[in-house]
């Protein structure tokens, strides 16, 4: 229990989070992205009805809390040998949240604007596809900024750098 600190009890938080987070965008990519890109309009139906699927209040809510976890765990690891990897791994998960929001959401905004439809329309399905694509990217993003964060946990704080108890 000696390993048990600060540090690394603020960034074991900051990786189950981002874990988590992943873990869902990995579930939204394999389940409901590639649902809605097979065959847009008609595969919007997942999108409609009196249940629709809405994963927004997951996504208001676990990377905000990812990102202020972020914060805190590098603030208790600043002067630590792990401080590299941290930034690394914070400046990804920026990236990746970057991309979502200007690039990935814009598009699917646009793209669910057409509306349900009984048919296929080949264009949109062509544009469904290059969202799709672009959502891998970010959910790669958001993989390498977790692994940097568990190559940073292996990395040992020295005892020299380690005062916080």
């Known amino acids: ?15 189950i989070s981002c874990f988590i987070q992943i873990g869902a965008q990995l579930f939204a990519l394999s389940v409901v992205a590639s649902t809605i890109a097979e065959a847009p309009p008609r ?11 809405d994963s927004s209040p997951f996504w208001g809510t676990v990377p ?19 401080r590299t990897l941290l930034i690394a791994s914070f400046v990804l998960f920026l ?3 970057l991309l979502a929001g200007l690039l990935v959401e814009p598009e699917f905004d646009a793209m669910v604007a057409t509306g349900y439809s009984d048919k296929v329309d080949p264009a949109l399905q062509s ?3 290059t969202w799709l694509a672009y959502d891998w990217a970010v959910w790669g993003i958001s993989l390498a900024a977790g692994i940097a964060l568990l190559l940073a946990l292996a990395r040992p704080v ?6 916080s108890g």
């Open 1 to 15: 229990m000696g390993d048990l600190n600060i540090r690394n009890i603020t960034l074991m938080a900051l990786i």
């Open 43 to 53: 595969s919007f139906a997942i999108l409609e009805g009196q249940y629709p699927y």
């Open 64 to 82: 905000p809390i990812t990102g202020l976890l972020f914060i805190v765990a590098l603030i208790a690891n600043w002067k630590t040998p792990r």
């Open 95 to 97: 990236i990746g949240g």
């Open 127 to 129: 544009r469904a596809a």
């Open 158 to 163: 020295s005892p020299k750098h380690d005062k």
